[in-house]
């Protein structure tokens, strides 16, 4: 299967705490796995993304942890901040290009 | 930064009638993508190709067309519009192997009604 799941659907926490979104994904050929920000109004953006040979990416304070035995990956945003607000996409890429995105996740960032 | 122009950006439709949806990219990658995002869906794969002349179905292509006609376009249509297609439209183009980021349109909301 080429699904991915993507929890929680709703995030709200504390200014100047940590947020974490989780992601599982079936198919243990997948190589590739994006984050993307969307702000309201707007595109989704990519922020970070880690490759299959990797377990542990780090962009100032965005973390992604891939877990290729259980098939779980998982973005870590420290020290929170209002324009951290947003909905959030894992994604997955499979050989053939197909990129399956999970249902995202609406982080509020409470002051 | 890449550009990815989708037009219409607004729609609405009538039940039964066609509707094409038109993207071009100006970054000369291979890959373009066809999604529709809905409350609760996230971003849902309907069409995707790999260049010129190469159409593929995605995780949801019922009731879907795309075209890929040259490498800077691709078209979405739906011959006979539904107003469960009532949705956000966003086409995208990534540069295949390797680094394969998704450039997004700035999407078409359509209505059908």
């Known amino acids: 299967g080429e699904q991915v799941e993507q929890l929680p659907s709703i995030l709200r926490v504390q200014e100047g705490s940590s947020a974490s979104i989780n992601c599982s994904y079936e198919d243990s050929a997948s190589n590739y796995f994006p984050w993307y920000k969307q702000e309201p109004g707007e595109n989704p953006k990519l922020i970070i993304d880690i490759r299959s040979n990797m377990e542990r990416k780090q962009i100032q304070e965005l973390i992604v942890l891939l877990d290729k035995k259980a098939k779980r990956f998982s973005l870590h945003i420290t020290d929170t901040q209002p324009g951290d607000s947003a909905m959030y996409f894992c994604?997955?890429?499979?050989?053939?290009?197909?990129?399956?995105f999970g249902a995202g996740t609406k982080l509020t960032i409470k002051p | 930064e890449a550009a990815v122009t989708q037009s219409p950006r607004n729609k609405v439709a009538v039940t039964g009638g066609k509707v094409t949806l038109s993207c071009n990219q100006t970054n000369n990658h291979n890959n373009m993508y066809w999604y529709r995002q809905d409350t609760g869906h996230g971003l849902r794969l309907i069409h995707y190709s790999y260049g010129a002349g190469s159409t593929e179905k995605g995780d949801i292509p019922d009731g879907y067309k795309a075209s890929r006609p040259s490498q800077e376009n691709f078209s979405l249509i739906l011959e006979l519009a539904t107003p469960s297609q009532t949705s956000v439209y966003f086409c995208a183009s990534g540069e295949g192997t390797g680094q394969n980021t998704l450039y997004f349109g700035a999407g078409t909301r359509l209505s059908v009604l």
């Open positions: 994604a997955a890429r499979y050989g053939n290009e197909k990129i399956t």
